[in-house]
């Protein structure tokens, strides 16, 4: 008698996933990426951008921030094409933002 072996799922490396996210899961998704960038001063997301620009090897936390803001840009976009989006003045955008 053979070993059972064990698996676990991955996804294909060709899937596209269709997932529905709630304003709340995004919003909370905003939260993570905030909290990695404030954990970081002005001069190094500056930093980061550069590499970005420059295609240079990110450090653990910079992969961690791309990986976020690629997320959000492809939510975003999703949205603006699903007409899930609403433009509101820059004054009461910014309202909620600032404590």
Known sequence: ???????????????Q?????????IAELQSVLMYILDSHSKEDI???QSKLSASKELSIWESS?????????VIHDAAVTNDQVVYKDIDSSLSGLIH
Do not use: C, N
């Open 65 to 73: 921030a791309f990986a976020m803001v690629r997320l959000l840009k």
């Open 46 to 48: 500056e930093a980061f």
């Open 17 to 25: 996933v269709p997932v529905v996210l709630t304003s709340g899961t």
């Open 1 to 15: 008698m053979s070993e059972p072996t064990t698996k676990i799922p991955h996804i294909k490396a060709d899937a």
